[in-house]
DNA sequence: CATGAAATTTAGTCAAT
DNA sequence: ATTGACTAAATTTCATG
């Protein structure tokens, strides 16, 4: 079973990625299709695992979050992977975690309060089993950020098997 | 002009980062409010620049975007960042955009879809004017990636004035 | 797959508290 | 700020092309 993503699936996709809650009637307009059509494409798209998920973004400053961080930091030993990992995603302020070529083994993004709390955060890592080194890259001024990607209709199948 | 999150308004944008289309409806039982206080609720929230936006999250991997990568960027010259910024802004495979300290200047977070794009794209930066070295760090596997920050009740007023 | 029309659910308005 | 009662809008269902 293979499927494509065609123009009008690719425009609905951008329009979702930027409103989330864009209502059906006013996508239909946007592409063309009656609203029945826009529904069934998207629960489609959402069967297919294309559309993932909605999500409301709230503005981490509003709520004292004035500190992102990036953190690349070096765990030894493989085996010590699995837990590093389920420790740093049991925490709120990690926000993302990625594993890692080059220097050190994981990426962590994180949102915290103040330096104050970066610093008990990062003490509270490096104390975690095979946590050997970190650093540490504090921002200070964000210019874009969005999960949002580029979509074009594609020519090539996606083939499910493949995928998971 | 002060205001502070309550309990519900916690509750409401915990509901909301979790499921951006979730009905008003179904956070009104949640919350235990009727439907014109959600709204009412949510409408502040926008307002006042809580609830910043609602955006559909796209599998990059049905698009054949298999390549995540963090990119730390010098770019020598204060007076070059905007420019910089500019260029990097309009790329979609750049989905973030960061000034940080320690190395490097910027750290950047891209999607494409294989090594060959994600080389084609490194030779594009190194081109830019200013751009003196890049540390690409490919990731390897994503455990976790997410926007949403916990929710707390605030006891602290936040003034309006401070921020932006 | 796509559609219009009908049925159902959800959201907006507003007077009252 | 919250509500119920009402109206308007959006969404789902479904028979048909």
Redesign the pocket.
């Given at each position: 079973m293979s499927?494509r993503i065609d123009e009008?699936d690719a425009q609905i996709l951008t329009l979702l990625q930027q409103n989330g809650r864009m209502?059906?009637?006013?996508i239909?307009e946007h592409v063309?299709?009656?609203?029945?059509?826009v529904?069934?494409?998207?629960r489609k798209l959402e069967e297919r695992g294309v559309l993932l998920s909605y999500h409301a973004v709230v503005d981490p400053k509003r709520l004292h979050l004035d500190i992102t961080a990036f953190i690349r930091v070096t765990v030894d030993g493989s085996e010590l992977h699995p837990e590093f990992v389920e420790r740093a995603t049991a925490l709120p302020e990690i926000q993302e975690i990625h594993s890692i070529t080059g220097e050190g083994t994981h990426m962590l993004k994180v949102r915290t309060r103040n330096t104050t709390t970066l610093e008990q955060l990062l003490a509270q890592i490096q104390g975690w089993p095979g946590v050997h080194g970190t650093t540490t890259s504090v921002v200070l001024s964000t210019f874009k950020e969005t999960r949002a990607v580029p979509v074009k209709p594609t020519e090539i199948y996606q083939y499910e098997e493949e995928l998971v």
């Open positions: 499927h009008i209502k059906r009637n006013r239909a063309g299709l009656s609203v029945p059509s529904s069934e494409r998207m």
